[in-house]
């Protein structure tokens, strides 16, 4: 649909709007404002913004419209007095575009609060006109009451906006739930764009925090990645008969993006973080942090202030890791074919080599990103010699973090008979590593364990939601912990059949702890052949952490905390302004003919 077309459609559509639901006449009377303000973002409200509490001559069923500066809002709320009175967090209730021409408003209102999205300028004037239409029921009549009033306000000016020369911006809440401050976490989104709106994205989109006493902006480092657009355009054109098709597109064109940010927020508190886009001068810009990545995939260097990794320059996983504090002593393995850290994704199914991940040489499709928020690499193939198994391996890495987050996937082509089929598994060689600890459910205690003592071959059977475990030498002071994030074991085709799942810890030239998702190898009938079934799907997700280990008698205790912050994210919620473009109806596709189910429906309960 060419651009002038659609303006004029949503032109008429605007006039219809106006004239049907708010047209003047010989019934229009004062509306009493109680308050009416210019605000800043909040967490309730996280956008610049007015918000005005009216009162009603009675308990009414009404519809709203507001203007600035003549032109009207199409981010306009409406609230009972009762939902956004703790400014400090999210709002609970959010009415969409597409609720106007789907559901009417039957609720009574007496004292509303209204709010609407207006990007003001400090100590400009803006005329907000709001109209009321009071209704003896959801549906329009003759007989409605309208109410209007219009109010001038002088924007605050005591706190500077960002740069307009940026035309657009969305708005992110972040809260913390668990108790813990939070400085420098890495924070992801996906966001949505228009084609016309996201040209350059990566030099134009600037991410900054909210101070929620102060109101002041700071900018934050951000990152912009993994754009992909999709550029085709509903076809409104009439039917072979000339009959149309559609008044309204059932999508539009779409760019995303991902946008990596590094945010701070108080424990048990929300914050607003504001993401501006749209500013086809902008400059690239450069931010510095302590992330750097060296050397050629897949065997890159990998160093933040806290730790050096380096991936195996074969198969791109984890080969040794040096926390900076200790750069004597590093973790490593080497002692066993391909001599990695982490080894899996994996399958044994004789007379076929039992394979792992970590036996690429190198994989067949290698992907890495690096930027000042996050570096990425991924990995993935068939896994060596068998084309039944396709398998994934990915990290994350930040800036002044001592974690990485690592991903793993395995997909069964077809069934294939095996007699071991693991993942997370990783090895050190045995004298890097003194003691292992874990949270054991069944005993619901964290047991310390002397590995360095135990018979080699000896197995440590641990639970398979385990939510950490972990290696330290207590000599040289260095733990390296894998917390358990998620794990997902799921089939399309079959469900999953796996033989009594569980994680282990064993030794002999090494030292190692694995997931055992079927492993007759190391049972009492180590050669019977249990199949991995066409369709099925595993998934892990850990962080691994290498630290420094406490003192006296939990020398796990950084894990403990680690742990209660990786399991609790920050909950992130998105919040848009309604472009000019998006209609005022909506029309969906249903797969058979039949009801919609809004046939009658009386939406007049309140």
């Known amino acids: 649909m060419k651009k002038p077309v659609f303006y004029l459609f949503t032109l008429c559509l605007l006039l219809f709007f106006v004239n049907s639901n708010f047209a003047k006449g010989d019934k229009n009377k004062e509306l009493k404002i109680n308050s009416l303000e210019l605000g800043y973002p909040c967490p309730a409200i996280p956008f610049y913004h007015f918000i005005t509490e009216i009162e009603l001559p009675q308990p009414s069923i009404i519809e709203v419209e507001a203007a600035v500066n003549g032109k009207v809002l199409r981010f306009t709320n409406l609230h009972r007095a009762d939902e956004i009175t703790d400014l400090s967090r999210p709002a609970l209730s959010h009415r969409t575009p597409s609720a106007y021409g789907?559901?009417?408003?039957?609720?009574?209102?007496?004292?509303?609060?209204?709010?609407?999205?207006?990007?003001?300028v400090p100590g400009e004037k803006y005329e907000i006109n709001i109209k009321i239409r009071v209704k003896k029921n959801v549906h329009a009549s003759k007989d409605d009451v309208f109410l209007s009033s219009t109010k001038t306000l002088t924007a605050p000016s005591g706190v500077s906006v960002f740069d307009k020369s940026w035309k657009n911006y969305k708005s992110i809440v972040l809260s913390e739930s668990a108790g813990l401050d939070r400085k420098g976490?890495?924070?992801?989104?996906?966001?949505?764009?228009?084609?016309?709106?996201?040209?350059?994205?990566?030099?134009?989109?600037?991410?900054?925090?909210?101070?929620?006493?102060?109101?002041e902006l700071t900018e934050v480092p951000s990152q912009v990645y993994d754009i992909m657009k999709f550029l085709e355009e509903d076809d409104l054109n009439p039917d072979a008969n000339g009959n149309p098709t559609r008044e309204t597109p059932?999508?539009?064109?779409?760019?995303?993006?991902?946008?990596?940010?590094?945010?701070?927020?108080?424990?048990?508190?929300s914050k607003v973080y504001l993401i501006y886009y749209n500013n086809e001068d902008a400059l690239a810009k450069m931010y510095k942090t302590d992330l750097r990545v060296q050397g050629e995939a897949p065997g890159l260097r990998i160093d933040n202030s806290l730790y050096s990794i380096?991936?195996?320059?074969?198969?791109?996983?984890?080969?040794?890791?040096t926390l900076k504090s200790k750069p004597d002593t590093p973790l490593f393995h080497r002692m066993e074919t391909n001599g990695a850290i982490h080894w899996n994704p994996g399958i044994y199914s004789p007379p076929t080599p039992w394979t792992h991940t970590a036996?690429?040489?190198?994989?067949?499709?290698?992907?890495?990103?690096?930027?000042?928020?996050?570096?990425?690499?991924?990995?993935?193939?068939n896994l060596r010699e068998i084309p039944e198994v396709d398998a994934s391996v990915r990290y994350d890495f930040y800036p002044g973090?001592?974690?990485?987050?690592?991903?793993?996937?395995?997909?069964?082509?077809?069934?294939?008979?095996?007699?071991?089929?693991?993942?997370?598994?990783?090895?050190?060689?045995?004298?890097?590593?003194?003691?292992?600890?874990?949270?054991?459910a069944v005993r619901d205690s964290v047991i310390v364990y002397d590995v360095a003592g135990m018979p080699e071959l000896t197995d440590l059977l641990i639970e398979d939601d385990v939510p950490w475990i972990t290696f330290f030498n207590k000599d040289t002071g260095i733990?390296?912990?894998?917390?358990?994030?998620?794990?997902?074991?799921?089939?399309?085709?079959?469900?999953?059949?796996?033989?009594?799942?569980?994680?282990?810890?064993?030794?002999?030239?090494?030292?190692?702890?694995?997931?055992?998702?079927?492993?007759?190898?190391?049972?009492?009938?180590?050669?019977?052949?249990?199949?991995?079934?066409?369709?099925?799907f595993f998934a892990e997700k850990w962080a691994y952490l290498t630290y420094e280990i406490a003192e006296g008698e939990k020398p796990y205790a950084p894990v403990v905390e680690w742990q209660k912050r990786l399991t609790n994210p920050l909950r992130i919620r998105l919040v848009e302004e309604v472009d000019e473009r998006v209609s005022r109806t909506v029309h969906e596709i249903f797969i058979d003919e039949g009801k919609s189910g809004w046939e009658n429906r009386d939406t007049s309960k309140h």
């Open 102 to 120: 789907l559901s009417q408003d039957g609720t009574l209102y007496r004292k509303p609060h209204i709010v609407g999205w207006i990007k003001w």
């Open 185 to 215: 976490e890495p924070v992801e989104v996906l966001l949505p764009f228009y084609p016309d709106e996201a040209v350059h994205l990566t030099r134009e989109i600037r991410v900054v925090s909210v101070d929620p006493v102060t109101h």
């Open 250 to 269: 059932l999508w539009m064109p779409t760019v995303t993006a991902r946008v990596a940010f590094l945010a701070d927020v108080p424990a048990k508190s």
């Open 310 to 321: 380096v991936l195996h320059p074969d198969s791109g996983h984890l080969d040794q890791v």
């Open 359 to 381: 036996d690429w040489k190198p994989p067949a499709n290698v992907k890495f990103m690096s930027g000042p928020v996050i570096a990425s690499t991924e990995v993935w193939d």
């Open 401 to 440: 973090l001592p974690y990485f987050i690592s991903t793993t996937t395995m997909r069964i082509n077809n069934i294939i008979e095996c007699i071991a089929l693991r993942n997370a598994e990783i090895v050190f060689k045995r004298e890097l590593i003194t003691n292992a600890a874990w949270y054991d």
């Open 479 to 536: 733990g390296f912990c894998g917390i358990q994030l998620n794990y997902v074991n799921t089939g399309l085709e079959s469900k999953s059949r796996l033989l009594n799942p569980y994680l282990y810890i064993t030794g002999g030239p090494w030292i190692y702890w694995a997931r055992a998702l079927s492993l007759t190898f190391q049972s009492s009938n180590m050669q019977q052949m249990i199949p991995a079934m066409k369709g099925n």
